[in-house]
């Protein structure tokens, strides 16, 4: 079985910052790319920004300059969320490309998510 959880969600002011992190756990042979998706109320859910495990990155072009995807082992990635604007209130999802074997294909998990909201 594998889990991801995430952590650090809340309520900021605008231009604030949140560090969101994400840890994967249980039967995990490898993990490709990480990464966070949102999703606001009355919306679809969308990419945020992604790392592989080369550390390559990849954002989404309403947060570039202001949101940095992060990892510091295999397992676990973060967001930290600068300046942030109302219309960045979502719940955040993180999501990773895991192997739990080494002759089985990769398949994505995916977090509970965890709700930022950002309202003066």
């Known amino acids: 079985q594998v889990q991801l959880v995430e952590s650090g969600g809340g309520l900021v002011q605008p231009g604030g910052s949140l560090r969101l992190s994400c840890a994967a756990s249980?039967?995990?042979?490898?993990?490709?790319?990480m990464g966070w998706y949102r999703q606001a109320p009355g919306k679809e859910r969308e990419l945020v920004a992604t790392?592989?495990?080369?550390?390559?990155t990849k954002y989404a072009d309403s947060v570039k300059g202001r949101f940095t995807i992060s990892r510091d082992n295999a397992k676990n990635t973060y967001l930290q969320m600068n300046n942030l604007r109302p219309e960045d209130t979502a719940v955040y999802y993180c999501?990773?490309?895991?192997?739990?074997?080494?002759?089985?294909?990769?398949?994505?998990?995916w977090g509970q998510g965890t709700q930022v909201t950002v309202s003066s």
């Open positions: 790392i592989t495990s080369r550390g390559s």
């Open positions: 999501n990773a490309d895991i192997r739990q074997d080494y002759i089985s294909s990769s398949y994505t998990f």
């Open positions: 249980g039967s995990i042979y490898s993990i490709n790319a």
